[in-house]
């Protein structure tokens, strides 16, 4: 009653609780996606990738696109630079 009569908000612990609490935030890639754009940091082509993660080059060209689309990349070369400067070198 204090902290309302101060001209404060209070919040019950329940709904503070849920208001704040630490939720991960949510990965801008998927698992597989993450996967190939590690391999273009590493100086793979889609081929290369596609054989060794058992996909068509196809598909690893459609993981390509989409993830230039999810980081806002507009090119190739662009999207290897980030590959190479943002994915861990294992």
Do not use: C, W
Not at 8 to 23: D, I, K, Q
Not at 45 to 57: E, M, N, P, T, Y
């Amino acid at each position: 009653i204090g902290v309302v009569m101060s001209g404060a908000t209070f919040l019950s612990p329940g709904v503070s609780g849920r208001l704040f609490r630490n939720e991960q935030p949510r990965p801008l890639l998927s698992p597989r996606e993450a996967e190939v754009l590690a391999a273009l940091g590493r100086g793979e082509s889609s081929k290369q990738i596609a054989r060794d993660l058992g996909l068509s080059v196809r598909t690893v060209d459609a993981h390509r696109q989409s993830i230039k689309r999810r980081l806002g990349i507009d090119s190739l070369p662009e999207l290897i630079r980030y590959a190479v400067e943002h994915t861990r070198q294992i």
